[in-house]
């Protein structure tokens, strides 16, 4: 090795074991001449698993989905230039859902910045206040200094990225000509300690004893409490909030991403029909509540957060560890930075055992139910219309399974159909800026690390990162892919401009026309296509035995699903008028 | 209108015409709700061109390719959170290559920002420095000072824009529900004046006489002088740099993207084949200069670039209208803000014409005229590698056609292969950030600007772009690609990890598998798959004659075609040897 090549090699390998023994156990990686160093001793080094992606957006968001199905931060690498641009979408996804990301982004060394060099764009502060942190890194040196720098830089962002709220950090490494390390059986040779160079502990958020106290004292004799829990990053949050809505009496309203419609967090005030029930005008006028202690994201229903929006709370409490501002409506009344599990446990203890359910817990747990029958009637439907054909596939996912779900239309029918039941399945999404990207490599990601995993999702989205399947390939990974195709934006048709037909499908409707037969083909996936009940049958049998890549396309019709679901949410309105007639009900 | 669409409508109505009356002419635009407003009056002003792609990052690069070809400033809008995050890429290209674009974001209203609100990323400052202005616009409100301030910043934005460098402005518009205009017949019921409220000139940068008249003395004994020119925006340079040129006997080393490898800008000066000779030694290390003049952006060829950072000349002059620092190499020794156009035509008059040749400018006609005669054997090649392919590719296109070429290899071979004939044919590329991303669309948003379009193209980037097809169906455009499919990233074959088997398929060759068949089928194209020269001839005559997409699939393979390239330049150094035999051939 020559003096450059030492370098270049010992600082990566530092900074490369550094990040391994914080905890870092896969990178992505998408090919790139800049970043060779780095890219071959990661491939190199015996404790990280290497996945390949060549589009760079599609592999940061196949990072963030490993990430957020293993809890682990997750490490990205590419070469200098747009190629470091591409990876913005997911960087601004995992900031606001709080996935721990590190972003190795190679560049040019300072000599070659801004001087008209190719593939070269400033890559200082490129995501902007969409990290958590940024670092500059030296140019390579092999002194003991500075590889004692690169190794405890790597304990630094992984430090970082790991505390409440977790996220993205951004690490630029300028890299010098020739690029290639020494790198055949470095790791064998370096024989790195065991320990890393820095141990790192972060601690959690929790109240005072005199805190919980007042907490306990303040709301145990309030009847008229909701809780309500979205998707959340406090292992063991599940248990603890059905026990503070059992210790309270309090109806637990439960996003479908909070896990909490599993059924071993099973309990009768854990509701799961709010969304169908809140859009009634007789509920969400009329009950009124005192509480309300909200965990984790926003839920998706947007009728809940009209309905918490409508009243005035005496209590509307955010609980967040991340110590975030969760509050959409601006109605919250107390920010609470506490770890959500430690808050919920602690509160349980100082509680009064609570002996039965109360007038106000009964009264939406009828309403629950009287909606969940009506939603439930799609079950006799013959049409296959979007939602019916959602409810048939939810019922066949086997227990044990991951189902990953698009934004826009998906995740609003998984809210509406997907019920507690028997079976343990993992929910997952792309809830923390709701785009319509980048979804087919988040499911891809988060199937490495997850039981058989299901996506569901729209054309459009499936076409934004059709890209993504590619990693299936590269990277010998398996995935059922089915696609609600109602060729184009179905959400439109329940916006107001559904209405004018005037540049209509244009601009909201954009019918692509697109086969996804043929991209089945072009990357190598198995494929059905699903038109009725025995079809959709045959590929969700199809679909559990297939190794790969498998992509169900199922077609549908806007309009038609638009009619169905409205039809569908007045039959509930009409049930729970009916439930709820007479001026006493929620008095 | 009740006040609030009163505010959305015309404050927005304002604003566009604005834009129209200081000279945009189209938009692209991507689906989504929040930029419902300006969607739909965009597509009702009469003046305004709306193209549609669902995917922003391609919409983007669509954008800069339509902006770059036609030469005119060109809006974009996305809906908030992460749409507005895949143009980055886009952006930062513009940036660069001095692109003139319009980014118009649609954003939550400030109570709903950073508080969990669905589709909400932070869009302040979101493309950082790779913008020439960001402007956080005012919430609609319909008074007339506002209404004035919508018009004239507007104004504003593209005055920004076009001032060299041009390049990308981003301009953020937060908007509130409910989001429908009131649009209908809108700019007919306005009746806006003609005259934009503000009338827009910018000037040149120009030489005193003084400054120009000492240049001419400086140069006019300076026997061994080159003139570089790159890709550059200055209107009617081609004809004034070659006069330049031919005042002052220097060789002109034109770059593909220059424009000047034209017939219509013929002389003997003009030299398309210095890739080829300058790699050989004896003209690297011994065709010493005393001047170089450059103007636009470095050219492509690496070779071109060590050889003129292989001597030390006494004046290496950047001549830049927009004021950058284009030296990747480290050699300027003058910068020269100037209009590039206007200082050769001044220095030409100041210059006393030119009777014959110098031998020095002998010496490198007779040096191009060696290398280029290899360099054309390749016509009685009989395998089809790459460069053969690529040749043969140029040799059919048709006269007044334009070809957008890719990054990586496409451009390189470009150089290699397009030679100085009879036809007139528009060079594009993106050589900005030389991404391979986003070429699909950059060369459609071209093709909807020029005369018909080629595009070739390496499979990585075809795959990384694939969504930038889409755009040609949803917009009726025709294009022919061009994908020379070597199965992976065939510029690593030349990088000296090529000779390390170790991790080298997985990291850089990446072999995709892809059979652009089915993505020809899916995006309804018509293909060819060229195997030999009857196929190729097969596929370019259809490609002439078919509208709409048509793909034609060159199957290559990475090793022969580098194989075929070495022995090509060793064949041109051999040549390049015997003619410059002996010591004197320099002095």
């Known amino acids: 090795m020559n003096n450059h090549q030492r370098d270049l090699t010992l600082y990566n390998a530092h900074f490369i074991d550094g990040l391994s023994k914080a905890g870092v156990e896969s990178v992505v990686v998408s090919p790139g001449s800049r970043s060779t160093p780095m890219a071959l001793l990661l491939a190199e080094h015996p404790d990280i698993e290497m996945y390949v992606q060549i589009d760079e957006r599609s592999a940061a968001f196949f990072a963030l989905g490993l990430a957020k199905a293993s809890g682990k931060p997750v490490a990205l690498l590419c070469t200098s230039g747009t190629a470091a641009a591409n990876y913005l979408p997911a960087v601004a996804e995992a900031k606001i859902s709080r996935v721990p990301l590190l972003v190795l982004t190679s560049d040019r060394p300072h000599e070659l910045r801004e001087v008209g060099a190719p593939q070269s764009i400033d890559q200082n502060q490129l995501y902007g206040t969409h990290v958590k942190w940024f670092v500059e890194m030296s140019p390579p040196e092999s002194d003991e200094k500075l590889l004692n720098y690169a190794r405890r830089t790597a304990s630094r962002a992984v430090y970082i990225s790991k505390q409440a709220p977790a996220g993205p950090v951004h690490m630029n490494f300028p890299f010098r000509e020739p690029l290639l390390p ?20 972060i601690g959690s958020r929790v109240l005072s004893k005199n805190e919980t106290e007042a907490w306990a004292k303040t709301l145990k004799d309030k009847e008229k409490g909701l809780i309500i829990c979205g998707e959340h990053q406090s292992e063991g949050l599940e248990r603890a909030v059905v026990d503070l809505a059992e210790r309270l009496g309090y109806p637990l309203l439960a996003d479908p991403l909070s896990g909490l419609r599993c059924n071993q967090f099973s309990s009768e005030l854990v509701l799961d029909s709010y969304d169908a029930f809140l859009r009634s005008p007789s509920i969400k006028h009329q009950a009124a509540f005192d509480v309300v202690l909200r965990f984790g994201a926003m839920p998706v229903s947007k009728a809940l957060t009209q309905y918490v929006s409508a009243h005035a709370a005496s209590i509307h409490a955010v609980i967040d560890s991340g110590g975030g501002w969760r509050d959409p409506a601006g109605v919250a009344t107390h920010m609470i930075a506490a770890d959500e599990r430690q808050f919920c446990e602690a509160l ?14 009964r009264k ?31 019922k066949r996912l086997p227990d044990q399974s991951s189902l990953f779900v698009g934004n826009s239309m998906p995740i609003r029918d998984l809210d509406s159909f ?24 988040s499911a891809l990601g988060a199937a490495a690390a997850s039981s058989r995993l299901y996506l569901i999702i729209g054309d459009l989205s499936l076409f934004h990162d059709l890209n993504g399947l590619l990693a299936a390939k590269l990277n010998g990974l398996s995935m059922t892919v089915i696609v609600m195709n109602n060729n184009g934006g179905g959400i439109f048709s329940y916006l107001p401009q559904s209405n004018e037909p005037k540049h209509f499908e244009k601009l909201f409707g954009t019918p692509a026309d697109l086969d996804f037969a043929h991209a089945a083909k072009l990357y190598g996936a198995e494929y059905e296509r699903v038109t009725d009940l025995a079809s959709l049958e045959r590929g969700m049998s199809r679909a559990a035995e297939t190794d790969g890549l498998f992509i169900m396309e199922a077609v549908t019709d806007r309009t038609e699903s638009v009619t169905a679901h409205r039809e569908l949410w007045k039959k509930v309105s009409q049930e729970i008028e009916k439930l709820t007639a007479g001026d006493d009900f929620w008095k």
């Open 182 to 201: 020494d790198y055949d059986g470095l790791f064998e040779r370096l024989d790195f300690e065991e320990t890393p160079a820095v141990q790192l502990t």
């Open 364 to 394: 939406w747990m009828q309403a629950n139910q009287a909606a969940q029958s009506q939603m439930k009637s799609v079950d006799e439907y013959e049409e296959l219309d979007e939602g019916k054909m959602f409810y048939e596939v939810l």
């Open 348 to 361: 349980v203890k100082a509680l009064p055992e609570r002996k039965e359910t109360t007038p106000w817990a």
């Open 418 to 441: 997907f019920f507690k039941d028997e079976r343990s399945i993992r929910l997952l999404g792309n809830r923390g800026a709701n785009g319509i990207d980048g979804l087919v490599s």
